[in-house]
């Protein structure tokens, strides 16, 4: 039997990229939804932006891509934007911002899974069915993925605090945060 280090490794960081709480580049996409309030999760800064339910459900599609792709699935692909970002209004209760990160959480258990199946890191260099790159690429994709998503959260999350939705208009609880002094009233996001 070959030595599965690699696929050790990539387990890990899967695992420390989602819900670590004390990894090296910051908070874990856990940590970065953790006091997302409905409101927050379905509102847009911008008209062109994203919301974070909409990332949410964006990183869970790949997740499931990944998984379909690991159980051979050639056909399956994320062709429309409603199965890449979802379609979910500006305003969503509770039970559906509960029902998005239960999804994601659940995405990622099956990754996982599916991972756990595998005995060796042979696999990692076989190429995705119905792509030109292989498991391992695919793999590593997911994590930087997660990274890149979990920082637009941050800042998106930091801007509606600041916008007052969702809640107090700064994490302390008054009107003003870290950038208030600096940027006084001129700060406005919808400008960048």
Request: proline letters at 4%; glycine letters at 8%.
């Amino acid at each position: 039997m070959v030595q599965n280090d690699e696929l050790i490794r990539i387990i890990d960081l899967l695992n420390t990229t989602y819900e670590g709480e004390e990894a090296w580049h910051g908070p874990s996409v856990v940590e970065v939804l953790r006091g997302v309030s409905p409101e927050m999760a379905g509102r847009k800064i911008t008209p062109n932006t994203h919301s974070i339910a909409e990332l949410v459900f964006h990183m869970t599609s790949w997740r499931i891509f990944c998984v379909k792709k690991m159980q051979g699935d050639a056909t399956f692909d994320i062709t429309t934007p409603e199965k890449n970002f979802g379609s979910p209004n500006q305003k969503i209760d509770a039970f559906e911002w509960e029902a998005l990160q239960m999804e994601l959480s659940l995405s990622q258990e099956e990754l996982i899974n599916e991972l756990d199946k595998r005995d060796d890191d042979e696999f990692l260099e076989d190429i995705v069915p119905g792509r030109d790159y292989t498991y391992y690429d695919m793999l590593h994709g997911i994590i930087t993925h997660d990274l890149y998503h979990a920082g637009q959260i941050m800042i998106l999350k930091k801007a509606l605090t600041f916008k007052g939705v969702g809640g107090n208009s700064s994490q302390n609880g008054d009107d003003e945060d870290d950038f208030s002094p600096r940027y006084g009233d001129a700060y406005d996001m919808d400008d960048y």
